[in-house]
């Protein structure tokens, strides 16, 4: 079975721009969720996605948005990027929404210059 | 809110030994999860910890969970250089929705 993928994996963007990032769950998950990385903040959940509704949501400001299409395939966009988005940035998978085992992808390397 | 904190953020120790790394939190959770993230890679599951006093165990890892307590703990027995990577644990909390709140994660280096 295909585990979770991220693309793309390595991604350079200058301040005021705006990025979107692709996450395919492992098929027959219909949950999708997102999270930060930064050596500073740790791991900070961003928001979940269940059956192309966001389920649940972190305390990021809504320059962070996503959407989930109908074959669980998920997208996270951020707009107008500071230097502070600079993050690793993970999506898991999992069969349920709110809680319950997940399986992460590689994650997306994001840096802001 | 829910805190979750880990305890030592920093382990270093000898190959053979044994250690138990602490995973306190401080609001009522019914689910505690623990996993494992190798430099510059994903995290991997270890652990999903569902009930008071539930024990699993995967080779020299061992979890617990403690909810009157709020404590989770992950004990490494002998250990070996293989399991040198960051382990985090996290657990499920519920207010107005639900967000899975993580442990600053442990740095285990294991030396031969």
């Known amino acids: 079975k295909a585990g979770v993928t991220q693309t793309p994996r390595y991604l350079i963007k200058t301040r005021g721009q705006q990025v979107t990032l692709s996450c395919s769950p492992i098929?027959?998950?219909?949950?999708v969720s997102w999270y930060q990385q930064t050596p500073g903040q740790g791991l900070q959940f961003l928001f979940e996605y269940f059956s192309e509704t966001q389920r649940n949501k972190g305390n990021f400001p809504g320059r962070f948005s996503g959407r989930q299409f109908s074959n669980s395939r998920s997208e996270m966009n951020v707009s107008t990027l500071e230097l502070g988005d600079s993050a690793l940035y993970l999506c898991?998978?999992?069969?349920?929404?709110?809680?319950?085992?997940?399986?992460f992808g590689p994650g997306t390397r994001l840096t802001v210059t | 809110e829910l805190k979750v904190e880990q305890n030592p953020l920093f382990l270093s120790m000898q190959e053979g030994k044994n250690y138990t790394i602490y995973c306190n939190y401080s609001?009522?959770?019914?689910?505690l999860y623990w996993y494992r993230q190798d430099p510059g890679k994903s995290l991997e599951s270890l652990f999903v910890?569902?009930?008071n006093g539930a024990v699993k165990q995967e080779g020299r890892l061992m979890a617990s969970l403690d909810t009157k307590a709020r404590l989770s703990t992950l004990h490494i027995t002998a250990a070996v250089h293989d399991l040198s990577a960051t382990y985090f644990c996290a657990v499920d909390y519920m207010d107005s929705n639900y967000q899975l709140i993580w442990g600053a994660g442990t740095k285990l280096i294991i030396k031969p």
């Open positions: 898991a998978s999992s069969r349920l929404a709110g809680g319950g085992e997940q399986y």
């Open positions: 098929s027959g998950h219909r949950s």
């Open positions: 910890l569902l009930s």
């Open positions: 609001t009522t959770s019914d689910r």
